[in-house]
């Protein structure tokens, strides 16, 4: 085991990934070609085609990946191209309906016809504004009413005549008195006085009386067939208005009628509109008036023209409210949704105020994201969908639908019970793609029973690229494609190589190359402000590191107040010496989107005791059940391996000192392991050593995350305190292609003041930090008495057997006595 106490230091050459800029084969990002920005993500290409293509229901997208990764662009992009190819989309109005007024129906016309039957209407509606009044003053027209007028007179005046003619044969006269029309007795053509009538004979008084009874039931008949002439009349006087009417609109119409003949809804909606017109004009003629009246009296004109009701009582109610209409026809329609309400997607009602309340009709219907992206292609962020209320179940509806049905909310939850404008359903057809991180996709998975039914076609994003060089080179295109996009400066061969460097950082592994577009961008725009703050031509290495180290700056004060707090011994880190039973081991800390190591002292206490290995942590409820089952498996290592056939006789405790918030993972596992080791045999710890790595019950130490922040946050206390060139950290060996650390570190290592080790086993790790072997069983089946695991063993059989001694004393056994 002397070589694991001779473990050799990780060469400067593993610590780092370096890209040689005279080896990517171009002076500047001006020599390469654009390439497509999907660099990498062949997968998730592939599920957008297929999901595209497919024409089967419920086959929509949801393209899931961490935040940045491009899902946006690349899906606009991917949809627009295929989109440009596709048919354009037909237009949808809504028209009135005359006969239930609350239900508008919608019409379906080819693309870019909506907008002409809106000004065909328009057009018809001003002809019939001028042309039907001057029809009516036209003298014929008038001659024919006041024929009409005359004849109705006519008949009033023949009866009150005959019955007049009636009344003077037997001496009555017929007179027009302020109550109406009455009767009188005569004498000598003259109205006979009160007081000569009652000097009458009684039988002649008796004849007038019964004369004037019978002319005034004759009276009563004729005043009784007054109304049903004046109905007559008026009869009369609307079939000439429906006649007018439709003299004056007809031409009109069949004009219309004759541009849309294809279109038989629309030829259907023009029959209405005639018979309407023909039917209401004088009404609607009376409600204009009525309107400019009100608005020379500077009285509310916003909703002129409209009923209290949804029926519209002026010369609106024959527009055409173009829900959706485009001219340019080029193509299927590809909308973002970026506020994706409810009433943002599947279109609103909106209302008007009239003296006080709320009014509403047809025209004021408004298209939704569903409407505009009809026929074609949807996108919407997943995680700003499921933040508005009701909107993923009026998506869902409409899906499983295929139709749109606009409704408020209210009507949605059934919380109102009044009516409402109900617009006829218009059919959907149209492909949505989600967007959102793969937490999301997962969640709905799970928890959504109708999720899987409608989003059939998953694109998984992938954040890495593995290097090779080939795709080195396609990674520099790709930087040099987003450089010109954004319109910055070139990159010179080196600024490219240290982008790069960057990636493989960003990526957590020198194998790989990060796909996260958000960070790239990000980087290559801080390093074009520091080319163009200084007055470059390109951007260099050098513009890309004042780039990284701003980033840093920005974001360092906690991990600049934390190792502050070391460095000042406020908490407690030990960078030189050995101790027994204490260790310094590594946590990464993220704070947004930086993360920085920092050393933690991991203690461990051992006695006599049960077999019970008690993490303070979790005892204190501040460790998490991945840093619990890591002790956990602790206990299995040391049962397993020492002193199988005594009883597991010990009581330790592990904690990590001066921390006073959570704790979860498994990477302090191997420290933790070592500090009990450490305090079970009695042999120190070295000090300047940092450890990090998880364990198994095997004894064998596995990779990690963040070991390049665990290392640098080592290497910055032992710095700050100076560096003795025997400082260093232990990481798993599978954690070596992983590294990828910073300049400073490389040149303490490369001058020998600092070492990063590389360990595959506890026994490794161990002969290293104590300086004494670890030991293997020989051939009795013991450890070495002097090794860690002879010392170890010879601890935990001491403890079995005073256990057993107490035990035997519990049961009363008595003790040998001395001499005896």
Same mark, same amino acid.
């Given at each position: 085991m002397l070589?694991?106490?001779?473990?050799?230091?990780?060469?400067?050459?593993?610590?780092?990934?370096?890209?040689?800029?005279?080896?990517?084969?171009?002076?500047?990002?001006?020599?390469?070609?654009?390439?497509?920005?999907?660099?990498?993500?062949?997968?998730a290409l592939e599920a957008i085609e297929f999901g595209a293509d497919m024409p089967r229901p419920g086959y929509n997208l949801f393209l899931l990946g961490s935040e940045g990764a491009g899902k946006y662009e690349t899906i606009m992009a991917r949809l627009s191209a295929k989109a440009a190819d596709g048919p354009a989309p037909d237009d949808w109005v809504y028209v009135n309906n005359f006969e239930v007024s609350h239900k508008p129906r919608a019409i379906r016309l080819p693309n870019g016809r909506g907008k002409e039957l809106a000004e065909a209407m328009a057009r018809l509606v001003e002809d019939v504004r001028g042309a039907v009044p001057s029809l009516f003053e036209r003298e014929e027209n008038q001659r024919r009413l006041q024929e009409i007028q005359e004849e109705f007179q006519q008949k009033q005046q023949d009866a009150f005549d005959a019955l007049r003619k009636k009344a003077n044969e037997r001496s009555i006269a017929l007179i027009r008195t302020p109550m109406g029309f009455g009767f009188a007795p005569m004498r000598n053509d003259e109205v006979m006085k009160p007081e000569v009538f009652e000097k009458l004979p009684e039988s002649?008084?008796?004849?007038?009386?019964?004369?004037?009874?019978?002319?005034?039931?004759?009276?009563?008949?004729?005043?009784?067939?007054?109304?049903?002439?004046?109905?007559?009349?008026?009869?009369?006087?609307?079939?000439?208005?429906?006649?007018?009417?439709? %003299?004056?609109v007809d031409s009109s119409i069949e004009l219309i009628r004759d541009q849309f003949k294809d279109l038989p809804q629309v030829v259907d909606y023009l029959a209405a509109v005639r018979a309407d017109l023909v039917e209401n004009f004088a009404s609607i003629m009376a409600a204009e008036q009525a309107a400019s009246q009100a608005q020379a009296e500077n009285e509310e004109t916003v909703d002129a023209g409209r009923s209290s009701g949804f029926e519209i009582t002026g010369f609106d109610r024959y527009r055409v409210n173009v829900l959706v209409g485009d001219e340019s026809g080029t193509g299927a329609p590809v909308v973002y949704a970026d506020n994706p309400t409810m009433p943002n997607l599947i279109g609103r009602v909106e209302h008007v105020s009239r003296y006080g309340a709320l009014v509403t009709d047809f025209t004021l219907i408004k298209p939704g994201a569903l409407h505009r992206a009809n026929g074609g292609y949807l996108v919407i962020d997943a995680r700003q969908l499921l933040m508005q209320p009701l909107s993923w179940e009026a998506l869902k509806r409409a899906l499983k639908a295929r139709s749109i049905t606009i409704e408020s909310p209210a009507q949605m939850l059934s919380l109102v019970s009044t009516i409402s404008l109900e617009p006829e359903p218009i059919p959907l057809d149209v492909k949505v793609a989600l967007f959102?991180?793969?937490? !999301?996709?997962?969640?709905?998975?799970?928890?959504?029973?109708?999720?899987?039914?409608?989003?059939?076609?998953?694109?998984?994003?992938?954040?890495?690229?593995?290097?090779?060089?080939?795709?080195?080179?396609?990674?520099?295109?790709?930087?040099?494609?987003?450089?010109?996009?954004?319109?910055?400066?070139?990159?010179?061969?080196?600024?490219?190589?240290?982008?790069?460097?960057?990636?493989?950082?960003?990526?957590?592994?020198?194998?790989?190359?990060?796909?996260?577009?958000?960070?790239?961008?990000? !980087?290559?725009?801080?390093?074009?402000?520091?080319?163009?703050?200084?007055?470059?031509?390109?951007?260099?290495?050098?513009?890309?590191?004042?780039?990284?180290?701003?980033?840093?700056?920005?974001?360092?004060?906690?991990?600049?107040?934390?190792h502050e707090a070391?460095?000042?011994?406020?908490?407690?880190?030990?960078?030189?010496?050995?101790?027994? *039973?204490?260790?310094? *081991?590594?946590?990464?800390?993220?704070?947004?989107?930086?993360? %920085?190591?920092?050393?933690?002292?991991?203690?461990?206490?051992?006695?006599?005791?049960?077999?019970?290995?008690?993490?303070?942590?979790?005892?204190?409820?501040?460790?998490?059940?991945?840093?619990?089952?890591?002790?956990?498996?602790?206990?299995?290592?040391?049962?397993?391996?020492?002193?199988?056939?005594?009883?597991?006789?010990?009581?330790?405790?592990?904690?990590?000192?001066? /921390?006073y918030g959570g704790v979860d993972g498994d990477s302090a596992s191997s420290a933790e392991l070592y500090a009990l080791l450490s305090a079970l045999s009695g042999l120190p710890i070295r000090q300047d050593?940092?450890?990090?790595? /998880?364990?198994?019950?095997?004894?064998?130490?596995?990779?990690?995350?963040?070991?390049?922040?665990?290392?640098?946050?080592?290497?910055?206390?032992?710095?700050?305190?100076?560096?003795?060139?025997?400082?260093?950290?232990?990481?798993?060996?599978?954690?070596?292609?992983?590294?990828?650390?910073?300049?400073?570190?490389?040149?303490?290592?490369?001058?020998?003041?600092?070492?990063?080790?590389?360990?595959?086993?506890?026994?490794?790790?161990?002969?290293?930090?104590t300086g004494c072997e670890a030991g293997e069983r020989g051939s009795d089946g013991a450890f070495p008495a002097d090794s860690v695991n002879g010392l170890v063993e010879q601890r935990l059989r001491s403890f079995a057997r005073a256990r057993q001694a107490f035990g035997r004393q519990a049961d009363g056994e008595p003790r040998e006595r001395s001499g005896s």
């Amino acid at each position: 085991m002397l070589r694991d106490m001779n473990l050799t230091p990780l060469p400067p050459e593993k610590l780092t990934v370096r890209f040689d800029p005279g080896a990517l084969g171009f002076e500047s990002t001006e020599e390469l070609e654009d390439l497509d920005v999907s660099l990498g993500q062949s997968r998730a290409l592939e599920a957008i085609e297929f999901g595209a293509d497919m024409p089967r229901p419920g086959y929509n997208l949801f393209l899931l990946g961490s935040e940045g990764a491009g899902k946006y662009e690349t899906i606009m992009a991917r949809l627009s191209a295929k989109a440009a190819d596709g048919p354009a989309p037909d237009d949808w109005v809504y028209v009135n309906n005359f006969e239930v007024s609350h239900k508008p129906r919608a019409i379906r016309l080819p693309n870019g016809r909506g907008k002409e039957l809106a000004e065909a209407m328009a057009r018809l509606v001003e002809d019939v504004r001028g042309a039907v009044p001057s029809l009516f003053e036209r003298e014929e027209n008038q001659r024919r009413l006041q024929e009409i007028q005359e004849e109705f007179q006519q008949k009033q005046q023949d009866a009150f005549d005959a019955l007049r003619k009636k009344a003077n044969e037997r001496s009555i006269a017929l007179i027009r008195t302020p109550m109406g029309f009455g009767f009188a007795p005569m004498r000598n053509d003259e109205v006979m006085k009160p007081e000569v009538f009652e000097k009458l004979p009684e039988s002649e008084r008796r004849r007038i009386e019964q004369d004037i009874e019978a002319l005034q039931a004759e009276l009563q008949d004729i005043v009784r067939q007054i109304p049903a002439w004046d109905r007559e009349r008026r009869a009369a006087m609307r079939d000439l208005n429906r006649e007018i009417v439709a %003299f004056a609109v007809d031409s009109s119409i069949e004009l219309i009628r004759d541009q849309f003949k294809d279109l038989p809804q629309v030829v259907d909606y023009l029959a209405a509109v005639r018979a309407d017109l023909v039917e209401n004009f004088a009404s609607i003629m009376a409600a204009e008036q009525a309107a400019s009246q009100a608005q020379a009296e500077n009285e509310e004109t916003v909703d002129a023209g409209r009923s209290s009701g949804f029926e519209i009582t002026g010369f609106d109610r024959y527009r055409v409210n173009v829900l959706v209409g485009d001219e340019s026809g080029t193509g299927a329609p590809v909308v973002y949704a970026d506020n994706p309400t409810m009433p943002n997607l599947i279109g609103r009602v909106e209302h008007v105020s009239r003296y006080g309340a709320l009014v509403t009709d047809f025209t004021l219907i408004k298209p939704g994201a569903l409407h505009r992206a009809n026929g074609g292609y949807l996108v919407i962020d997943a995680r700003q969908l499921l933040m508005q209320p009701l909107s993923w179940e009026a998506l869902k509806r409409a899906l499983k639908a295929r139709s749109i049905t606009i409704e408020s909310p209210a009507q949605m939850l059934s919380l109102v019970s009044t009516i409402s404008l109900e617009p006829e359903p218009i059919p959907l057809d149209v492909k949505v793609a989600l967007f959102g991180d793969r937490f !999301l996709y997962y969640m709905l998975s799970q928890l959504d029973p109708e999720f899987l039914d409608l989003f059939k076609v998953e694109a998984d994003f992938d954040d890495e690229l593995a290097r090779s060089p080939e795709n080195e080179l396609a990674f520099a295109r790709l930087i040099a494609t987003l450089a010109r996009r954004a319109q910055m400066r070139p990159f010179d061969a080196a600024g490219v190589a240290r982008v790069m460097e960057q990636a493989v950082r960003i990526a957590g592994d020198a194998t790989k190359l990060t796909l996260h577009r958000r960070s790239l961008v990000d !980087l290559m725009q801080e390093s074009d402000f520091f080319a163009t703050r200084e007055g470059a031509a390109r951007i260099t290495d050098t513009h890309v590191q004042q780039a990284i180290d701003a980033q840093i700056r920005r974001a360092d004060r906690i991990r600049e107040k934390s190792h502050e707090a070391i460095t000042r011994d406020i908490v407690l880190i030990d960078t030189e010496g050995a101790e027994v *039973g204490q260790i310094n *081991g590594l946590a990464v800390l993220q704070l947004g989107r930086f993360a %920085f190591g920092r050393p933690s002292r991991i203690t461990a206490r051992v006695r006599l005791g049960s077999g019970k290995l008690i993490d303070i942590e979790r005892e204190a409820k501040l460790g998490g059940p991945l840093h619990s089952k890591g002790v956990l498996i602790l206990s299995g290592f040391l049962q397993a391996r020492y002193a199988v056939d005594s009883p597991f006789s010990l009581a330790a405790t592990l904690v990590f000192e001066q /921390s006073y918030g959570g704790v979860d993972g498994d990477s302090a596992s191997s420290a933790e392991l070592y500090a009990l080791l450490s305090a079970l045999s009695g042999l120190p710890i070295r000090q300047d050593l940092a450890v990090t790595g /998880s364990v198994n019950q095997r004894g064998q130490v596995q990779a990690i995350g963040g070991v390049n922040e665990k290392i640098e946050g080592f290497f910055d206390i032992c710095a700050a305190r100076g560096l003795t060139g025997n400082q260093g950290v232990l990481i798993p060996k599978a954690n070596v292609e992983h590294l990828s650390l910073r300049g400073d570190v490389i040149e303490a290592v490369k001058s020998g003041k600092f070492a990063v080790y590389a360990v595959e086993t506890i026994d490794q790790g161990i002969a290293l930090l104590t300086g004494c072997e670890a030991g293997e069983r020989g051939s009795d089946g013991a450890f070495p008495a002097d090794s860690v695991n002879g010392l170890v063993e010879q601890r935990l059989r001491s403890f079995a057997r005073a256990r057993q001694a107490f035990g035997r004393q519990a049961d009363g056994e008595p003790r040998e006595r001395s001499g005896s």
